[in-house]
């Protein structure tokens, strides 16, 4: 009979259990954390390839667009978001949102979290006033339900990508469709 049969059983359960109690620990920043990533990216982030300033967008909320990303994002899209399959753990995404005045109303935010949300490709998603403070935070339901239509390209919608004005419509009901944005829609069908 072993000397302690019930250590060595219990150092056996024990070596079986780190797997999953280290993979269950996922490091998920404060909206404060995030908030100063965003900042430095609005100051110091390279433009998203693709990408240029004063993009339109398809709202009046978001007449203008600037899409800034980290390091990460950058080269993980160096061909184009639209070759992007699987964004890379730590990518930082951000969009900047102006109104026809070029005013700044609000920033968007995905950060890829390793095991955060597998069902939503583990994006953290973001959005907040320009003082920081925050709108929404973490496994937004709208924005997932509006980012789950860009399943190619990891839940990321390439630059200049132009959504019918339904589509549209249905995520955003009470907020006005920007007249730009109806008049590029309309001269890019056939």
């Given at each position: 009979m072993p000397r302690y049969p019930g250590r060595r059983r219990m150092a056996a359960y024990a070596l079986l259990l780190i797997p999953f109690t280290a993979s269950a620990v996922v490091k998920v920043p404060t909206p404060a954390a995030l908030y100063r990533k965003v900042r430095a990216l609005e100051d110091h982030g390279a433009l998203l390839p693709g990408s240029h300033l004063w993009m339109y967008g398809s709202r009046m909320a978001d007449y203008y667009t600037i899409d800034k990303a980290n390091a990460v994002s950058v080269r993980a899209a160096t061909r184009g978001v639209q070759?992007?399959?699987?964004?890379?753990?730590?990518?930082?995404?951000?969009?900047?949102?102006?109104?026809?005045?070029?005013?700044?109303?609000?920033?968007?935010?995905?950060?890829?979290?390793?095991?955060?949300?597998?069902?939503?490709?583990?994006?953290?998603?973001?959005?907040y006033k320009p003082n920081g403070q925050v709108v929404a935070y973490g496994k937004v339901q709208s924005c997932i339900s509006c980012h789950a239509i860009a399943r190619r390209t990891d839940f990321t919608f390439p630059p200049l990508t132009r959504l019918p004005i339904a589509t549209v419509k249905t995520f955003f009901p009470h907020q006005p469709i920007s007249p730009r944005y109806r008049a590029l829609i309309a001269h890019s069908r056939p």
């Open positions: 070759h992007v399959t699987r964004f890379p753990a730590g990518s930082l995404y951000i969009k900047e949102n102006f109104d026809d005045h070029k005013v700044l109303k609000t920033v968007t935010a995905m950060l890829k979290v390793p095991g955060y949300d597998a069902g939503d490709r583990n994006w953290l998603m973001a959005l």
